[in-house]
């Protein structure tokens, strides 16, 4: 929700409209509004809700995601495969797709997909969903999932 709020720009919003563009629930998307309406980061109106400017709401909601970040909260698991990182990108993509799970490019994959000049040899994803299953469907071999 918040990337979707964040990369909208000046965009305003109804409430049902971004639990569909985010597939989140409206409840869930109530809280945080209403989390984000505390801390004065959103104005509202009768046309929606969106961000305040860079400085008075993207900028403090990414310091406080950095400083309450820990990547010890998530579970990791390594795979390797002989394809070309496009390749495996796309088949992440499509595999990802077809059993109903949810993947989002991170680290170098996700800026390359916002500048393109990057340079990368290894894939880095968030997966919601059977992690086992996208790795076989996609063609990926050596799983070594473990808690970070």
């Known amino acids: ?5 964040v990369t909208g720009g000046p965009r305003r919003w109804k409430t049902q409209e971004l639990a569909n563009e985010t597939r989140v629930s409206l409840g869930q998307i109530a809280n ?5 309406a505390d801390r004065e980061w959103i104005d509202s109106d009768d046309s929606g809700f969106g961000l ?3 400085d008075r709401a993207v900028l403090p909601l990414i310091r406080d995601w ?3 970040y ?3 909260r998530s579970a990791a698991a390594d795979f390797y495969s002989m394809r070309p990182v496009p390749t495996t990108e796309s088949m992440l ?3 990802a797709s077809e059993i109903g ?5 991170t680290a170098f994959s996700g800026a390359a997909r916002l500048q393109p000049i990057v340079r990368y040899q290894r894939v880095a994803a968030y997966y919601l969903g059977n992690l086992e ?16």
């Open 93 to 95: 993509v499509v595999n």
């Open 66 to 68: 950095s400083e309450n």
């Open 133 to 148: 299953q996208l790795a076989e469907r996609a063609g990926l071999n050596g799983s070594t999932a473990a808690r970070m």
């Open 32 to 36: 945080v509004k209403k989390l984000l």
């Open 101 to 105: 799970g949810e993947l989002g490019f």
């Open 1 to 5: 929700m918040l990337r979707v709020l």
């Open 70 to 72: 820990r990547l010890s």
């Open 52 to 54: 305040r400017s860079f």
